[in-house]
């Protein structure tokens, strides 16, 4: 035999080995044959459906379906290559059979997941606008309560007036810990609701927590004012945020009555009210803004006036006087004790305030001056020092010096450095009144009276060996020896009670820095 008509042979005799089951000691019917049909999902839990497809399931009309040996339920034939099966009660993971008895089509695992129960709690369900909130949910198993981790969840919004659920903006999907739980920390802008979704897996039925509502109150920022000047008219003004629309009220405090006294359209979320009282004493109001359905009903917390005169100045009395000067040393301003006398201290307190903002130095609390308190400016340090326990800045432009402490304004005094003019020192040469530029650092110190060359200094703590120094000067508490303009031979001058009580302060090596304009 050629060697040709033996591979033929051996050909043939190999298929007649296959078509008769036995290939090498294997039969045919041990190997794995491909599923007769698809199923779809691959996985779900008790009383989901399943939908099979590709086989002829019109050729087996009596037979019957089963997942994991367990009767399915409702096993309907849609068509010919399409069925129908609902997951039982009881059933386990496994094949997907249909059989008549005669007739069997096995399919694909399917998988029968385990049903989980979830919930959530909120940290509050009222917030102010630009408020925090947190919100955790867990996943268990439906029986037996065990946690359920690896599971995706995700955080969804319902605004308020809506019925449409979306993924909840600014987060981020997040997988179940070994507790079961997630966490989600958001700043509502506006009423809504808030739910966590599980995801299904393989393992696991998916499950949606019950929604959570949330309310969001606007915040209130209103500009301070404190003391509004009797017979002159005061703004009222503030913002409310978020920018909503619609009309703000305010009320004023009566009897221990709040009552209307006016209400305004918002322009892009901001208001202002004109204050105009007839008579001294207290005034306590309060903006209302009603709900829209958007936001909350809000309330602004109270806002305390107090009424005061029209001016004031050197020898006046009386509560105005006391609000005055409470209002200026919370404003850091130096202004000895806080009582309700007008004495030299307040005058210069006064006049270092008119100096910062721009206004006449002349220590006379007029409208202008009232009106600033409400709004004023603030100077500031141009070397903070962080780590300084006390240190002086003096600015020339402003006249004024200012101590800090850790780099922060602590107290600011009315001063007066050098006027610039010509003058004949103790060497009868001509010489200009400068203060020098520049940091220094507090050299030596002498108490009480000292008699220098250009005159008499009053608890001196120089900054240079050259005769320049922090003091006092003239006789006890005259303000007239700190004139509110630069006046000095080139020393840096304040008052005498100023003096006093800062001179323990003024140790050895306190950092001075001077600057500002010419002299």
């Given at each position: 035999m050629s060697s040709t008509l033996r591979a033929l042979a051996v050909t043939a005799i190999t298929a007649t080995l296959i078509?008769?089951?036995?290939?090498?000691?294997?039969?045919?019917?041990?190997?794995?044959?491909?599923?007769?049909?698809?199923?779809?999902?691959?996985h779900g839990s008790v009383g989901s459906t399943v939908t099979l497809t590709g086989a002829d399931f019109?050729?087996?009309?009596?037979?019957?379906?089963?997942?994991?040996?367990?009767?399915?339920?409702?096993?309907?034939?849609?068509?010919?290559?399409?069925?129908?099966?609902?997951?039982?009660?009881?059933?386990?993971?496994?094949?997907?059979?249909?059989?008549?008895?005669?007739?069997?089509?096995?399919?694909?695992?399917?998988?029968?997941?385990?049903?989980?129960?979830?919930?959530?709690v909120a940290s509050t369900t009222s917030l102010r606008f630009g408020g925090g909130l947190t919100v955790t949910g867990y996943l268990t198993t439906a029986t037996g309560g065990s946690p359920v981790a690896g599971q995706l969840a995700g955080l969804q919004h319902r605004a308020a007036g809506s019925t449409t659920w979306n993924h909840a903006r600014g987060t981020k999907a997040q997988r179940t810990n070994a507790k079961g739980q997630v966490r989600w920390r958001i700043?509502?802008?506006?009423?809504?609701?808030?739910?966590?979704?599980?995801?299904?897996?393989?393992?696991?039925?998916?499950?949606?927590?019950?929604?959570?509502?949330?309310?969001?109150?606007?915040?209130?920022?209103?500009?301070?004012?404190?003391?509004?000047?009797?017979?002159?008219?005061?703004?009222?003004?503030?913002?409310?945020?978020?920018?909503?629309?619609?009309?703000?009220?305010?009320?004023q405090q009566v009897s221990h009555r709040w009552v209307r006294a006016g209400h305004q359209t918002l322009v892009n979320?901001?208001?202002?009210?004109?204050?105009?009282?007839?008579?001294?004493?207290?005034?306590?109001?309060?903006?209302?803004?009603?709900?829209?359905?958007?936001?909350?009903?809000?309330?602004?917390?109270?806002?305390?006036?107090?009424?005061?005169?029209?001016?004031?100045?050197?020898?006046d009395h009386g509560p105005d006087v006391h609000a005055l000067l409470k209002r200026l040393h919370r404003l850091h301003y130096d202004t000895g004790p806080v009582d309700s006398s007008y004495g030299d201290d307040a005058l210069h307190a006064v006049t270092a305030f008119e100096k910062v903002?721009?206004?006449?130095?002349?220590?006379?609390?007029?409208?202008?001056?009232?009106?600033?308190?409400?709004?004023?400016?603030?100077?500031?340090?141009?070397?903070?020092?962080?780590?300084?326990?006390?240190?002086?800045?003096?600015?020339?432009?402003?006249?004024?010096?200012?101590?800090?402490?850790?780099?922060?304004?602590?107290?600011?005094?009315?001063?007066?450095?050098?006027?610039?003019?010509?003058y004949t020192n103790s060497s009868?040469?001509?010489?200009?009144?400068?203060?020098?530029?520049?940091?220094?650092?507090?050299?030596?110190?002498?108490?009480?009276?000292?008699?220098?060359?250009?005159?008499?200094?009053?608890?001196?703590?120089?900054?240079?060996?050259?005769g320049y120094a922090i003091h006092g000067e003239g006789n006890g508490n005259d303000s007239g020896e700190v004139p509110p303009y630069p006046n000095s031979h080139g020393c840096v001058r304040i008052t005498n009670n100023a003096v006093l009580r800062y001179y323990n302060l003024l140790t050895v090596g306190t950092s001075v820095w001077i600057y500002g304009g010419t002299p």
């Open positions: 078509s008769t089951g036995v290939v090498c000691g294997v039969t045919a019917s041990s190997a794995n044959p491909a599923p007769a049909f698809s199923i779809k999902p691959a019109s050729a087996v009309p009596s037979a019957t379906a089963t997942i994991g040996g367990v009767a399915a339920d409702a096993y309907t034939i849609v068509s010919a290559h399409k069925a129908t099966l609902v997951v039982p009660s009881g059933a386990k993971t496994g094949a997907v059979v249909v059989s008549d008895g005669t007739t069997t089509l096995t399919g694909p695992t399917f998988t029968v997941q385990q049903k989980t129960k979830a919930r959530s700043t509502p802008a506006a009423n809504g609701h808030f739910r966590i979704h599980f995801r299904s897996s393989a393992a696991y039925a998916g499950a949606t927590t019950s929604g959570r509502s949330v309310k969001v109150y606007p915040r209130f920022k209103t500009h301070p004012i404190h003391t509004v000047p009797i017979y002159s008219t005061s703004e009222l003004k503030g913002s409310i945020h978020p920018k909503v629309r619609g009309v703000v009220y305010l009320q979320g901001h208001y202002s009210f004109p204050i105009k009282p007839g008579a001294y004493g207290a005034l306590r109001y309060r903006i209302v803004w009603r709900s829209d359905g958007t936001h909350a009903h809000s309330i602004s917390k109270p806002i305390h006036l107090r009424i005061v005169k029209r001016e004031l100045s050197l020898g903002n721009g206004l006449t130095r002349n220590g006379v609390v007029t409208t202008p001056v009232w009106n600033k308190l409400n709004h004023p400016k603030r100077p500031h340090l141009r070397h903070p020092d962080s780590s300084a326990a006390l240190a002086v800045e003096v600015n020339k432009n402003k006249q004024i010096l200012m101590l800090a402490k850790y780099g922060k304004i602590w107290r600011i005094l009315d001063t007066s450095t050098a006027g610039g003019y010509l009868g040469q001509t010489e200009r009144a400068v203060t020098p530029d520049g940091h220094f650092s507090v050299q030596y110190k002498l108490t009480g009276w000292h008699k220098s060359q250009l005159g008499e200094l009053y608890y001196p703590s120089y900054f240079t060996n050259t």
